[in-house]
Each structure stands twice: as C-alpha cells, then as structure tokens.
C-alpha cells in the first residue's frame, strides 16, 4: 500500500514537472501508473488531498532537519546560516516535490494544528522568539519575523529548483555559487535582526 502511495505521489510530480498545474489530474496520474482512476481515490479522496500529502512530505522532512541544526547550537541565536542552508537543500533534494507543494494547486487556508506545516512554522517562530529572550535578536514581533525569514528561504529555494544555473544564469555572475547566496542572505539576515551583543559576535567571527 505504501509502495502504491509513493507511486502516486511520483507520478503527480513527474507530470506535473512536464506539464504544470494543467496537466495535473488523478486521471493523468492513474494512466501513468497503469491505475483506474477509481483505485487511486482508495488511497487519496481528492487531487486536494494528494497535494496535500505531497506538501506535509516537504514540511516532515524540513522539519527534522530544522531540529537536528538547532539542537547543534549551544550558545548564541537559535537561528543560523546552517539553518537557512538546510531548507535550500532540502527543497533541491525533490525540486518537483518542492515545488508541487507550493504550487497553486495547495489550498491556501488556515494551517491545521497537527500539520508539519504548522510544526515547522513554529518551530521556526519559537527558535526566533527565544533569540529574543536571550538578547541575540532585538525584540519585536517573533511572528513578523518568522515569515520573513520564510519567505527569504522560500525565494532562495524556488529560484535554485526552478533555474538549475542559478545564481550563474545572469551575465556576469560565472563566478558565483548557491552556496554564496546562501551566506549572503544568512549575513543580511542575522544582522537585520542582531542586537549590539550579536553585532559584537558576528564581527570578531569575521575579524577571525
């Protein structure tokens, strides 16, 4: 039965890579399986509730790997380059899954409560908000920031899967790397929201 899921989910983001949202349709995804449509609403009842399934894939394993960067980090901000660099790889580790599942395709509503989604948004807001506690991050808004912070991540990552040379593809940048826009924007980003002690840090880390 999982095997026949994996199929499903597979051939979804193989069609959808080759024809977009158009061509996405569980009569499309049953004839690339060899399936009758009817056998595929045994294991998903919709097309809704597939791409559904497909994003919570990306949020389960994005969210195992925000853990294991900030249970790394003993002292300082619990947010990190590391961590920005692990949700870009993890959304190239499926370029179609990723985007698939923030394609217009999901339904844009609410987060459920027990959804990855919503764990990995959290997760993300509560690392921010005790930075702000502990005086690394300014005070604010932890919900402000955790989406922006979502959204530079989201823009890094759906530019790399959906240009395959970038950053190389504009005359002139030959010579630079993803790795190098990650870096960046992890810079402008800590900086953006650091507090003087953070400030402090981050130059004698790069005086060393």
Same mark, same amino acid.
């Given at each position: 039965r999982l095997k026949v899921r994996d199929s499903i989910i597979a051939a979804a983001e193989e069609i959808f890579a080759e024809e977009g949202e158009a061509g996405l349709s569980m009569r499309r995804i049953a004839e690339r399986i060899d399936y009758s449509p009817a056998a595929l609403y045994k294991y998903f009842e919709s097309k809704d509730a597939l791409c559904d399934e497909i994003r919570e894939q990306f949020f389960e394993r994005l969210l195992g790997r925000l853990r294991a960067v900030?249970?790394?980090i003993s002292e300082g901000p619990r947010l990190s380059e590391d961590c920005l660099r692990?949700?870009?790889? $993890?959304? @190239? &580790?499926?370029?179609?899954?990723?985007r698939l599942a923030f394609s217009g395709i999901i339904r844009h509503e609410q987060l459920? !409560?027990?959804?990855?989604?919503?764990?990995a948004a $959290?997760? @993300? &807001?509560?690392?921010?908000?005790?930075s702000m506690?502990?005086?690394?991050?300014?005070?604010?808004?932890?919900?402000? !920031?955790?989406s922006s912070v979502w959204a530079l991540s989201h823009g890094i990552t759906m530019?790399?899967?959906?240009i395959p040379e970038y950053p190389q593809s504009k005359p002139g940048s030959g010579h630079l790397t993803l790795d190098d826009v990650i870096a960046f924007?992890?810079?402008i980003l800590l900086k953006g929201l650091a507090t003087e002690k953070l400030r402090q840090r981050l130059?004698?880390?790069q005086e060393k």
């Open positions: 900030t249970e790394t692990a949700y870009v790889q $993890t959304g @190239l &580790e499926q370029p179609s899954h990723y459920r !409560a027990d959804s990855f989604a919503f764990a $959290t997760h @993300l &807001e509560d690392r921010i908000r005790e506690d502990a005086g690394w991050f300014e005070s604010g808004d932890s919900a402000l !920031a955790a530019l790399a899967v959906t924007e992890a810079k130059a004698e880390k």
